[in-house]
T-cell receptor, first 110, second 111 residues
Framework: RKEVEQDPGPFNVPEGATVAFNCTYS??????FFWYRQDCRKEPKLLMS???SGNEDGRFTAQLNRASQYISLLIRDSKLSDSATYLC???????????FGKGTRLHILP | EAGVAQSPRYKIIEKRQSVAFWCNPI?????LYWYQQILGQGPKLLIQ????????DSQLPKDRFSAERLKGVDSTLKIQPAKLEDSAVYLC?????????FGPGTRLTVL
């Protein structure tokens, strides 16, 4: 099993819809979790950290399920500008090693 | 606040040549990372520095890749000799409390 796994997509979603994707991780000792966004031919940019209690930032909600070892990202009222690749990042634990998933591609359709 | 700076932005070389990339992290960020990102994949960590010490270089192909972080600030990544499969974007990031900030990357093409 890979350390961090994401559905590569693409997810093709009409504008205004709600979309969610998950990211599973294999190391139960993982401590920190993040979602990054990467636009085509650009560098990744931090979208949000994922806290144990779940957190929300505008139209974006991130949640952590430790029992099932996955994190999720929910985007409400999707905009054309949300089209990007969303990368899941997991801090592997006590050695602070950071692992990126391969990303999930999202296309918002007009 | 200035971001992570990288140069060059683009580089085209022939196989077996050498190449070097430079990174200047955000001021005050002790941790610096070099990633390799091949088209269609997520970034793969090559090396992680904490100040000028190496934390993790387990995925660095040490027979051809080397990296250093001068005085715990700037860093260079070198490939010698380059292979076709090294064509990728090389991303530098620095972090504060595990939140990474990326530079624009260097797009390397090996012919």
């Amino acid at each position: 099993r890979k350390e961090v796994e994401q559905d590569p997509g693409p997810f093709n979603v009409p504008e205004g819809a709600t979309v969610a994707f998950n990211c599973t991780y294999s190391n139960s000792a993982s401590q920190s979790f993040f979602w990054y966004r990467q636009d085509c031919r650009k560098e990744p940019k931090l979208l949000m950290s994922v806290y144990s209690s779940g957190n929300e930032d505008g139209r974006f909600t991130a949640q952590l399920n430790r029992a099932s070892q996955y994190i999720s990202l929910l985007i409400r009222d999707s905009k054309l500008s949300d089209s990007a690749t969303y990368l899941c990042v997991v801090n592997r634990g006590r050695d602070d090693k950071i692992i990126f998933g391969k990303g999930t591609r999202l296309h918002i359709l007009p | 606040e200035a971001g992570v700076a990288q140069s060059p932005r683009y580089k085209i070389i022939e196989k077996r040549q050498s190449v070097a990339f430079w990174c200047n992290p955000i001021s005050g960020h002790a941790t610096l990372y070099w990633y390799q990102q091949i088209l269609g994949q997520g970034p793969k960590l090559l090396i992680q520095f904490q100040n000028n010490g190496v934390v993790d270089d387990s995925q660095l192909p040490k027979d051809r890749f080397s990296a250093e972080r001068l005085k715990g600030v700037d860093s260079t990544l070198k490939i010698q000799p380059a292979k076709l499969e090294d064509s990728a974007v090389y991303l530098c990031a620095s972090s504060l409390a595990l939140r990474q900030f990326f530079g624009p990357g260097t797009r390397l093409t090996v012919l």
